[in-house]
């Protein structure tokens, strides 16, 4: 781990505020067909602090508020036996010596639960959240950064990778992995299902038994076939240029994410304003 954090840190040090220049689009085949220039929104300020933030405020925004039943631990008949009798003065079960429904008792309530009117979100600033965004765009096109964070693909490749609007036209899973194997990127995908693992604590009864690396973030220019057939991929997520965020860019607040960009969705990228 303390490994990993230096290489990540070295890695940022390493970013410069120079902007990459012409990078190659591919096909369905992983064949150069064109060059492009990478629009003037990815020249913002690289700030991993900020970044961080972002994501940090987002995540917490997402969460949902949760408590026990305002009865549990409440359902019992039960009185107290008061002073005199040398027990303690709890309340006991009627017609019973049994403790009940104190907090320090077994099947009492709790005495300090959660409750749904505690705000759980984090206040951020809009400017800031837009500079974590455009921050972690950045990051997507510092093949340092992205290789620093662990993904894997073909040394080639220019990032962001940038493939023909023809992506969005696959009509099967089957054919996404051969084009993502075309293109050198399935290892990336790879590295997520071979990172599957049982995930630690009490989220594993939860519905929520695995954990699984990220991997490619797959960006189109609205709802198609093609992004329905690699969603299902693990570690993938697909998402259209309007949703995308720092919390998307950056999993965990750590920049430098490998995505894959249909040039349509890159056109509406280039159009945002900063």
């Not at 997402?62 to 549990?72: D, E, F, I, V, W």
């Not at 049994?98 to 749904?116: E, F, I, L, M, Y």
């Not at 054919?175 to 293109?183: F, G, T």
């Amino acid at each position: 781990m303390a490994e990993k954090k230096v290489k990540k840190i070295k890695a940022e040090e390493e970013v410069t505020n120079t902007t990459p220049g012409k990078l190659n689009v591919y096909d369905l085949e992983g064949k150069v067909t064109g060059e492009t220039i990478l629009p003037e929104i990815f020249k913002i300020e690289y700030r991993p602090d900020i970044i961080r933030r972002a994501v940090t405020a987002i995540e917490a925004n997402k969460r949902q508020p949760y408590a026990p039943s305002p009865t549990a631990g409440m359902r019992h008949s039960v009185s107290t036996w008061g002073k005199g009798r040398g027990v303690s003065r709890v309340q006991r079960l009627m017609g019973s010596s049994t403790a009940a429904q104190s907090p320090n008792n077994v099947g009492g309530r709790r005495a300090h639960p959660p409750k749904v009117e505690k705000d759980l979100g984090k206040k951020i600033n809009k400017k800031e959240l837009m500079l974590g965004k455009l921050g972690a765009l950045r990051a997507t096109s510092e093949a340092v950064l992205v290789k620093a964070r662990g993904h894997k693909f073909d040394e080639k490749l220019t990032v962001p990778i940038i493939v023909k609007d023809d992506f969005e036209d696959i009509k099967s899973t089957h054919e996404a992995v051969k084009a993502l194997s075309s293109i050198g990127v399935y290892d990336d995908v790879q590295r997520a299902i071979d990172g599957k693992n049982i995930r630690a604590g009490r989220g594993k009864m939860r519905g929520r038994r695995y954990r699984i690396p990220k991997s490619l973030l797959v960006v189109v220019s609205k709802e198609c076939k093609g992004g329905r057939s690699v969603r299902n991929l693990p570690g993938i997520d697909v998402v259209t240029p309007n949703a995308l965020n720092a919390s998307v860019l950056a999993p965990g607040g750590a920049p430098g994410r490998l995505m894959l960009v249909s040039e349509s969705a890159l056109l509406t990228i280039g159009g945002w304003k900063r």
